[in-house]
């Protein structure tokens, strides 16, 4: 959910006028939010300014929205604009278009407790911002292959790794970084479209969370400190679907900030800072990736992938069963919607399950638990409907309102539905 504006940096007293809470017609007030708002506002402005454009050459600083879609209130770090607020506003951190301008948003509920953290939220989002006007936005691919055992094992080989080159000595570092490289070249060898696919989330996500990183935090040993602490967390999420560049790009970031200092001045979409390490430091990977596997636990890492794969067959099982087996109502995919990271299934052959999926589209509102994004990536599916009332269908887990002009009808299969124009 991650979708530029000024170049250089504004000072603090200029990204600080009151907090605005905006307030919903029928929203209680939250007066503790809107002293939380102003503190959160001048910890992105301090962090904005001491960062002052030179990672990109643009500044990060910009219009802030932070809202709470339990009491309708939104907070901004400057007049809310006199325009329909939009659709997801308050159901995802993301960066979206408020009135005409690009607005950075946050959930109430999402922002972290530590400080530390909560900085590096506010400089990844700021940084989302931006990114389209440095062309540092494409299109995501998929990348299921991270939810088979292999490429989830040479995934965290590859981070066991990083972590390995950014806490040791330089002679040790550049053994580890090599070993790194070949658990990636090994993992890419395999799945001949992973390159690609990967390298499109490492650019979307991995470079706004090295960005969170390096301008979340005070010093190079913090930002080591907050990649370490990614890398040694990672293998605990349930899956790396698109969750792994958050954790992969602030490390090879990292490394490339020693090698090459102000690559990102000269970096495109199109390059790769794994191969911009490479020729920086003049690495290549490891020639006896099996050797170095045993390194770094691939035994036991393997056996827990393999215990992890019988669990997850049986889960696999249950959501084709709902989405796929049995009967189901299909939507077109909207424009925009807002969902979980975590968590999110790949069903091969059929697409992949996006948890706590929000959206309003020309259709109608969607609120589910889960649904299942097609692999083409051109509708989206629900268990089908258990009751209806009126232009409202619900299911397990999901409620449909349907916009006028918009109808339901029976599908292909017997049982299955189509939300169709009318």
Request: a neutral charge; one cysteine or more; aromatic letters at 6%.
């Amino acid at each position: 959910m991650h979708l530029g504006n000024a170049i250089g940096c504004r000072r603090v007293s200029a990204l600080l006028p009151a907090v605005m809470l905006v307030m919903a017609p029928a929203g209680p007030k939250a007066g503790q939010d809107q002293q939380r708002a102003q503190q959160y506002f001048k910890e992105a402005a301090t962090l904005c300014e001491a960062e002052g454009g030179r990672l990109w050459g643009v500044s990060l600083c910009g219009p802030i929205a932070i809202a709470d879609p339990k009491t309708g209130t939104v907070a901004t770090n400057q007049p809310a604009p006199d325009a329909p607020r939009p659709s997801a506003l308050g159901f995802a951190n993301a960066a979206m278009n408020w009135g005409g301008t690009r607005w950075t948003t946050l959930v109430w509920q999402l922002i972290p407790a530590g400080e530390r953290d909560r900085g590096i939220l506010l400089m990844h989002e700021l940084f989302h911002r931006v990114q389209p006007k440095l062309g540092l936005l494409v299109q995501e691919l998929d990348n299921s292959h991270l939810d088979t055992i292999d490429g989830r094992y040479w995934l965290q080989l590859e981070w066991r790794a990083l972590a390995r080159a950014l806490r040791t000595t330089e002679d040790e570092s550049t053994a580890a970084i090599e070993d790194a490289l070949a658990f990636r070249a090994a993992r890419q060898s395999a799945f001949p479209s992973a390159r690609k696919h990967e390298h499109a989330l490492e650019i979307n996500e991995g470079l706004a969370h090295y960005t969170g990183v390096i301008a979340g935090t005070t010093s190079r040993s913090q930002a080591i400190e907050a990649a370490l602490a990614l890398l040694d967390g990672a293998a605990q999420r349930d899956t790396f679907v698109r969750t792994f560049a958050y954790v992969s790009g602030p490390a090879y970031g990292l490394l490339l900030d020693a090698f090459s200092p102000d690559w990102t001045r000269r970096f495109s979409a199109t390059d790769e800072p794994v191969q911009l390490l490479m020729k920086a430091a003049d690495l290549v990977p490891a020639t006896d990736v099996e050797a170095a596997a045993a390194r770094y636990g691939g035994d036991e890492l393997r056996a827990t992938e393999e215990r992890r794969a019988a669990a997850h067959a049986a889960r696999l099982a249950e959501l084709r069963r709902q989405f796929v087996d049995g009967p189901v109502i299909v939507l077109p995919r909207p424009r925009s919607a807002s969902f979980v990271t975590a968590g999110m299934v790949p069903i091969p052959g059929a697409g992949t399950v996006y948890p706590r999926y929000r959206t309003t589209a020309e259709w109608g509102t969607l609120e589910a638990e889960q649904v299942l994004m097609s692999s083409d990536r051109t509708t989206i599916a629900l268990p089908a409907p258990a009751s209806s009332a009126g232009r409202t269908l619900t299911g397990d887990g999901w409620t449909l309102t349907l916009a006028d002009g918009w109808i339901v009808r029976p599908g292909a299969r017997a049982g299955d539905l189509l939300v169709v124009r009318r």
